[in-house]
Nanobody
């Protein structure tokens, strides 16, 4: 059974940093492209970052380029999203998922104070 458990969200001042974690079970993160999405109140869910299976390619939404980094830790079967220089508009619930698959965790709330 595929499960994804996100954590690491919180309230952060503008310019601050957070690292989101996603622990996977039921599959190996090394076998799939992995991604982070976010959904802000009243908005559609959007793709924030994606990494290929071997990690050789990573793509980011324009709004987070240069500030966010996606990476995986195969030893812990986890995927992370390092978020730096956070802005109030980064406020959203963040989800990790296998890229192009429809499995979702409960998400973790990130709130950028203004």
């Amino acid at each position: 059974q595929v499960q994804l458990r996100e954590s690491g969200g919180g309230l952060v001042q503008p310019g601050g940093s957070l690292r989101l974690s996603c622990v996977a079970s039921g599959f190996s993160v090394s076998d799939y492209g992995m991604s982070w999405y976010r959904q802000a109140p009243g908005k559609k869910r959007e793709l924030v970052a994606v990494t290929t299976t071997d990690g050789s390619m990573k793509n980011y939404a324009e709004s987070v380029k240069g500030r966010f980094t996606i990476f995986r830790d195969e030893a812990h079967n986890s995927v992370y999203l390092q978020m730096n220089n956070l802005r109030p508009e980064d406020t959203a619930v963040y989800y990790c998922t296998r890229y192009a698959y429809d499995d979702w965790g409960q998400g973790t709330q990130v709130t950028g104070s203004s």
